[in-house]
């Protein structure tokens, strides 16, 4: 029933033709969002009930400081690969893909390896300056971790490039907490020591990196000779502002969590790290939609189809927010009840979670902005966007988290989505003609 609904909506907010297979898609990748959210929600109550509020906060922190390895460490190459797999889809596969493929591969093998050395010789040095001792010994597990996550991250890209939803979704939200719940929850069954913890989970990194390139190998690749191969350093030249944006992302995102750990406990950490994580599911839809709009709207620039683009990314804004209303009520007023689920010692996050829902919201009524830059040619500028906000982002920690605590962390991640969305759709507006922002009870001009 709520499928016919939405495909009704979006025949009446903008073209039909457009939106089948935006809808279709965005809807099976919003049932998998959905089915992943549950997946972490239930790791996050897993590791809470078998191993304590504390070593939630250990495992947070450990893992954001491995994934803000895992991410710099990728080199952008995951938007590299969506954007030469569908610009070559619509433009007749003139690219050789299995030779772009190939040598991110091997890019990705060696940057993998050299990360993963890097953490593991500062591991050590990274928990005496947290004056965390547990860092020591969980950061070495993690480091050989960065190949298997970086490789994921290859295959998702590909796959979102080719609009292969269902399986790209499984990639990008599904397969990691599936399998850690199977390999964590296995391994507690053999020892209850915590620290085990993060050995199961990197078993369940490599099984997970194996199945992606199941996934992708059964799609196959265009390499007919006569294709167009592509350099390492001209594949690099694509990746690198995406890269440099992806790492100012990376920072922005998980900055509170970083500033935190200097002056907060663990346990604080387990509450600001559940509200968060509950906050990001107002921006489901979003992340749905743009999980297929993507390649739609790197179609319909290179097209030089401009009108088409403004339906597309305005309708889309407003099923965006109109979906998000929903999850951002049920959280405002029952978000008491729905912590305690966890644990009841993490209410104390309640406000917290208040700053961040405003914050995720005010990023779905912007809607798909980024995407619109980083596939419009405009990824050099989001480049310069996401440094300015992560800046921003940093100095508000460094002043508020002091202060303020957990309440701190979430100003700033608010005043940082606020900032990065607005400068956003500022420079959307004056490339294109037109900001995707959603304004209640606005029609869509066309023309």
Known sequence: MLRKALKKAMVFLGRKDDWSEVISKSFLNFTIRIGSKG???ILVFMLIRLHGVESFGKWTFSITIFLIFQLISNLGLKAAMIRYFASSND???SINLKDVYLKSLKLLIASGVIFGLILYFSSTKISIEYEKAYL??????LAFGFIALNLVDLNTGVLRGLRK???QSFLESTGNPLFSILFIGIGYTFTKDFSSVFGFYLIALYVFCLVSFILVFSEGFKS???HQKVSS???LSVSFPMFFTTSTSVLDRWADIMILGFFCSD???AGYSLVSRLSKIVSLPLNSVNSISASKFRAKYVENRYLELKMLSKSATKVIVLTSIIPLLILCLFSEYVISVFDRQLVFAISALYFLLAGQFFNVITGSVSQLLNMTDGHVRLMWISLISTTMNLGLNLLLVPLYGINGAAIATLSSLVLN???STYIVYKRLGFAPIYIPFQKVKTN
């Open 39 to 41: 997946l972490n929600y």
């Open 91 to 93: 433009q007749n596969g």
């Open 136 to 141: 020591s010994e969980s950061l070495k597990y």
């Open 165 to 167: 939803i269902g399986k």
């Open 224 to 226: 007919e000779s006569h």
């Open 233 to 235: 350093m001209k594949i």
């Open 267 to 269: 346990t604080q950490l």
């Open 421 to 423: 969305n607005l400068m």
